[in-house]
């Protein structure tokens, strides 16, 4: 593995450095300059239309930043990607997640470090479409011979975010009078309330976990297998003893991992465990069986219109010059953003309701990837680096923190996503209501780029200080993304633009998008205090002084 690049080193980045010096951004003079400013700026992507124009760039600012990714081999590590090479440099792992999504048949054949990448693939997915295929039509029933109603997926992170996030949009295409559920968090909470109305008889749990290690999951999991044996006991559905318990667990349990043998050592029968490979991360891993869950409520069909979304992405990013290479230019302007114009966040507002977890998704995607400090190599970051993803569905948000955006101190850019064909077409008397909702985004990325001068408020009358009060700067950056309506694929599209976006960025940082050691410490400390919780005095002796209050705290207010 090559050196990564130092960014700031390079040509480009002294262009830029210039460019910024004498930077004076104004969208209303550019776009009255120049009438093609639009045209020239919105990209197609797939099925999306990608309108970058009302971006803080000028031509002179794209090229360079263009010349940046060349400069510092965005391609090429790319290419490196799609090879399978092991650009995961600390857990020294392939990244292929695009091999999921690749179709049947596919030629040139993958085979990376002696594993046949495609067959394995498509094995998979042919028997997690079986498995679907069988809940759905009633073939595979509980213990006492029902129908599955409802499917409940423990997982978290990657193996939550991404399922749930899909469910949500693309709901519409449950078809089988199935529900699914997703349950992450310890707090017991989540488990308690999700499975609280639920029939024991009719429930079928997706246990997900990469490494079938993780502390929620494998909680979780035990508590689900706890509530099953228990509510179908009370009801003198099934026994008590060993056999039947198990047979309740072969019958209510799946899992999904790439730890198979920790997968038995659970009680779960691997014949009931579908596999991925250590080189799917956990962000990334929404379309390998990670996705059964979404493969079983809203069919294997809507799971392969998904993957062909992500594909359609891969080979656009695989064959667009770099120029008109959608998810490259969207990368490259966060690192204008953020490298040069000192922007710390992103926000990602959806125009669809349905969209409602993706910003939640996009913050793993985004901030586990590229919230690094040291680049590939082990040396340190020669820039600042992933800024903070966040956001809501619109209009929501324009009633809660859109005013920041508008006149607040900071840049924050803003990808809008919109979809021109609403899921549910209702109307309020004349008035066609996703209409309605679609003039909003259309009105705040107006307001955001244009603004509202001084003159033009006093002109509508306003006078003293109220002038300032109602007057918009404009030039807050926004991107907007528009589909015709979203289907399996245009989800897949949207998702793999944005994992493409996060390795932009990161190529040009020169780190490994792909590992997340920052999580671990936390991680060891919970086991190291959980003994203190539970009153060991040594664990209680070990912690610092601030720790120790709160434990004191904890000891003298619970009350269970
Ligand atoms: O702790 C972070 C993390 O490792 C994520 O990267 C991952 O998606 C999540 O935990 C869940 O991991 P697993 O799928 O192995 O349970």
């Not at 995961?88 to 179709?103: F, I, S």
């Not at 991404?162 to 009078?177: H, I």
């Not at 465990?273 to 979404?294: E, K």
Request: aromatic fraction near 8%; hydrophobic fraction near 45%; glycine fraction near 8%.
């Amino acid at each position: 593995m090559t050196a990564p690049v130092d960014p700031t080193s390079t040509e480009a980045w002294a262009e830029l450095d210039a460019l910024r010096a004498s930077f004076s951004p104004d969208l209303r003079a550019w776009f009255a300059e120049d009438p093609t400013r639009a045209e020239r700026l919105s990209l197609p992507l797939a099925d999306l239309h990608v309108d970058l124009s009302k971006n803080l760039v000028t031509d002179d600012v794209l090229a360079a930043l263009v010349r940046l990714a060349e400069q510092t081999g965005v391609a090429e590590r790319f290419a490196a990607l799609l090879a399978g090479e092991h650009i995961n440099t600390t857990e020294d792992r392939a990244v292929l997640h695009t091999a999921l999504r690749r179709p049947a048949g596919s030629s040139p054949a993958l085979v990376v470090d002696g594993q046949r990448i495609d067959e394995d693939v498509q094995a998979v997915l042919d028997e997690v479409s079986s498995f679907a295929e069988r809940v759905r039509g009633g073939d595979w029933v509980g213990v006492t011979g029902k129908r599955v109603t409802h499917v409940v997926n423990i997982g978290i992170g990657g193996s939550d975010l991404g399922p749930v996030m899909v469910y949500e949009a693309l709901k519409p295409y449950a078809d089988a009078g199935l529900e699914a559920r997703f349950v992450s968090n310890i707090d017991p909470t989540d488990l308690a309330q999700k499975t609280a109305d639920l029939d024991a008889e009719t429930t079928l749990f997706i246990v997900a976990s990469k490494t079938f290690t993780t502390l929620e999951t494998l909680t979780n999991a035990r508590l689900a297998r706890d509530w099953l044996w228990t509510r179908l006991e009370e009801k003198g559905a099934t026994g008590s003893d060993e056999t039947s318990r198990a047979d309740a667990v072969a019958h209510h349990f799946v899992a999904v991992s790439t730890a198979l043998d920790k997968v038995e050592a659970f009680g779960i029968d691997p014949r009931n465990a579908f596999g991925f490979w250590d080189w799917v991360g956990g962000r990334y891993s929404v379309d390998s069986a990670i996705g059964t869950s979404l493969a079983v409520v809203l069919g294997p069909d809507v799971f392969r219109e998904l993957l062909a979304g992500f594909h359609a992405v891969d080979e656009h990013v695989r064959t667009t010059p770099l120029e008109r290479n959608v998810p490259a230019l969207m990368g490259l302007l966060n690192v204008w953003y953020t490298n040069f114009l000192g922007a710390q966040t992103h926000a990602v507002l959806p125009y669809a309701q349905q969209l409602h977890r993706f910003p939640a998704y996009l913050q793993q995607l985004t901030m586990e990837s590229n919230g690094k400090s040291v680049r590939w190599d082990g040396s340190p970051v020669t820039t600042d680096t992933g800024e903070i993803f966040w956001g809501e569905p619109g209009t929501n948000g324009q009633h809660a923190f859109y005013q920041l955006i508008h006149q607040g101190t900071r840049l924050i850019p803003a990808d809008f996503v919109a979809f021109a064909n609403p899921a549910y077409p209702l109307r309020d008397g004349e008035r066609d209501v996703h209409g309605l909702f679609l003039a909003n985004f259309l009105a705040q990325t107006k307001a955001l780029a244009f603004g509202k001068t001084a003159e033009e408020v006093e002109a509508e009358g306003t006078t003293g200080a109220l002038v300032a009060a109602r007057t918009f700067a404009g030039n807050r950056p926004t991107t907007s993304i528009f589909g015709p309506a979203l289907t399996p694929s245009v989800l897949g599209q949207l998702i793999a633009l944005y994992e493409h976006i996060v390795f932009a960025q990161g190529a040009v940082w020169g780190i490994n998008s792909f590992d997340q050691w920052g999580v671990e410490l936390g991680k060891q400390l919970a086991l190291q205090i959980a003994p203190a919780i539970e009153g060991d005095a040594d664990a209680l002796a070990d912690q610092d002084a601030s720790t120790r209050a709160l434990l004191a705290y904890y000891r003298d207010h619970r009350t269970a």
